[in-house]
C-alpha cells in the first residue's frame, strides 16, 4: 500500500493521468502474477496430469519446458513483431492468448492437446513480461518509477506464495482441470481490467536486434547471463519435480504439497527483499552465496529430506536462496549496462525463461532415467557450477548501476 500511495501521491502530471497511471501498474501487477502462475501452475500438479493423461512424471513436466522455451523466443521477438500497435491493445490480446490456452488446458483429453495449450501460454507470457517490463516510465511521472517497478514485478513473488501453491490446493480439492480453468478465469478478469485501467499507450521505437547481440561483447553481460542459465536450468531441474520427490522420498501426502510449497513461496518473497539490498551494495558476493546455498540445500533433500519436517526446513532454505535470483541477477546485469537498461533487461529475459525450459527437460530425462533423487543431484552440479563461474567471471561495479539510474531518471519525462 505505501508503493501505491507513492505513486498516487506524486506531483507532476494532472491529477487523472496519475491516477489512471496508479491504476495501471496495478492492472499490470495483476497481469504478472496471472502470468507466472499461469507458467508455473503444473509444477504442483505434474503427478495427477500425468496419470490423467497417460504420461510420466518426467513427460508430464515438458508442459514447463515447452512454455518456458517458447516464452524465452518470443519474450525478445514479439515486442518488434507488434511495434506499431498500441501497448494497451497488445497487452489484453496477449492475456486473452494466456486464457485461451488454460482453458485449453482444463479441457485437453490428451497431451498432445496439452502441448498445444502450453504453446499458447508460452506466446502470451513471453509477449506480457516483453512489454510489462518496461511499463512504470510510461505511467507514473519520474520520481514514482521505482515503487511502480517494484509493484508491476511483486507479481512473481505473489505468483510464487499464492498462485502455484493455490493451483496445488484446487488442484487436490476438485482436480488439476478446475485448477487450470480458474487460472484461465483470472486471466480474462485480467483483459477487463487493463483495458479498463491502462490509459492509451502508442507504440515507442524498440531496441534494434544487432545492438542486443552487441551486449555478448561485455565479459561481465556473459558472466551474469551465464549465472543466470546455471542457477535457474539448475533450480528448475529439482524444483519441477519437487511433488514427486517430497511423495517418494518424504512420503508427504498430496494435501501437504501445497502446504510445504506455500512455505518455499514465502521463504523466497523474504530471500528477494534480502538479496535486492545485498545486492545494492556487492552483486557478486550476493550471488555466492546464493549459489552455494542452492547447491548445498538441493543436495540434501535426498540425505535428510526422509520427513515432511525436515524436507519442509530444506525447502524453505531452498525458497529463500532461489527468491534472490532474479533481483540479484538482474542488478548485476544493470549494472553491466545501464546506458542499455532494456536490451540487456530483454536478454536477461530471453535466457531466464530458455533455463526454465532447459532445466524442466533435462530434469525430467534424468527423472525417468535414474529416478527422481537424481534431479535434486542435478540441481546440485549446476548450483555449484554457478558459484565457479560467480567467483571466476568478470563482475560488474554497483555504481555504475546506481549512476545510470540517476542520468536516465533525469532525461525521464512525466508520464502522459
Not at 519474450?75 to 496477449?94: K, N, W
Not at 527483499?273 to 552455494?292: E, M, N
Request: contains cysteine; charged residues 10%.
Amino acid at each position: 500500500m505505501a508503493q501505491i500511495e507513492e505513486i498516487a501521491g506524486t506531483g507532476g502530471a494532472p491529477e487523472r493521468a496519475v491516477t489512471r497511471g496508479r491504476s495501471g501498474v496495478v492492472a499490470v501487477a495483476a497481469a504478472t502474477f496471472t502470468v507466472v502462475t499461469s507458467e508455473m501452475l503444473p509444477v504442483g500438479l505434474l503427478t495427477p496430469i500425468g496419470d490423467a493423461l497417460g504420461v510420466s512424471e518426467g513427460t508430464a513436466g515438458l508442459t514447463l519446458t515447452i512454455t518456458g522455451l517458447v516464452g524465452a523466443v518470443s519474450a525478445p521477438l514479439l515486442a518488434p513483431l507488434l511495434g506499431r500497435f498500441d501497448r494497451r491493445t497488445v497487452l489484453c490480446a496477449l492475456m486473452a492468448v494466456l486464457a485461451v490456452g488454460n482453458l485449453l488446458a482444463a479441457w485437453t483429453p490428451n497431451f498432445a492437446v496439452m502441448v498445444v495449450a502450453r504453446v499458447l501460454v508460452g506466446v502470451g507470457m513471453g509477449g506480457v513480461w516483453a512489454i510489462a517490463a518496461g511499463l512504470a516510465v510510461r505511467l507514473v511521472p519520474p520520481r514514482s518509477i521505482g515503487p511502480a517497478t517494484s509493484l508491476i514485478f511483486s507479481g512473481i513473488a505473489v505468483a510464487s506464495v499464492l498462485g502455484v501453491p493455490a493451483g496445488a490446493y484446487v488442484g487436490e480439492l476438485v482436480g488439476w482441470r478446475a485448477a487450470f480453468a480458474a487460472t484461465g478465469v483470472l486471466a480474462l478478469m485480467v483483459v477487463v481490467a487493463l483495458a479498463r485501467l491502462l490509459p492509451s499507450l502508442p507504440a515507442e521505437p524498440q531496441a534494434r536486434l544487432g545492438g542486443v547481440i552487441r551486449l555478448f561483447a561485455d565479459p561481465r553481460v556473459r558472466t551474469g547471463l551465464g549465472v543466470v542459465a546455471l542457477l535457474v536450468t539448475g533450480h528448475f531441474a529439482s524444483y519441477t519435480y519437487a511433488r514427486p520427490v517430497l511423495e517418494e522420498v518424504s512420503g508427504a501426502s498430496a494435501g501437504m504439497i501445497g502446504t510445504l510449497l506455500l512455505v518455499y513461496g514465502i521463504a523466497g518473497v523474504a530471500g528477494n527483499f534480502a538479496a535486492g539490498a545485498a545486492a545494492g551494495r556487492s552483486p557478486r558476493s550476493t550471488l555466492l552465496v546464493i549459489s552455494a546455498v542452492l547447491a548445498a540445500t538441493v543436495g540434501l533433500m535426498p540425505v535428510f529430506g526422509g520427513s515432511v519436517l525436515t524436507a519442509g526446513v530444506l525447502l524453505a532454505v531452498w525458497g529463500l536462496s532461489y527468491g534472490g535470483v532474479s533481483v540479484s541477477a538482474q542488478t548485476w546485469l544493470l549494472a553491466s549496462a545501464p546506458e542499455a537498461r532494456e536490451a540487456v533487461s530483454s536478454l536477461f529475459v530471453g535466457v531466464f525463461n530458455g533455463a526454465i525450459a532447459l532445466g524442466a527437460l533435462v530434469g525430467g530425462l534424468a527423472a525417468d532415467g535414474a529416478g527422481v533423487n537424481a534431479v535434486m543431484w542435478l540441481g546440485c552440479v549446476l548450483g555449484a557450477g554457478a558459484l565457479v563461474v560467480t567467483a571466476l567471471g568478470k563482475a560488474p561495479d554497483a555504481g555504475r548501476l546506481r549512476g545510470g539510474v540517476e542520468k536516465r531518471a533525469r532525461g525521464c519525462d512525466p508520464c502522459s
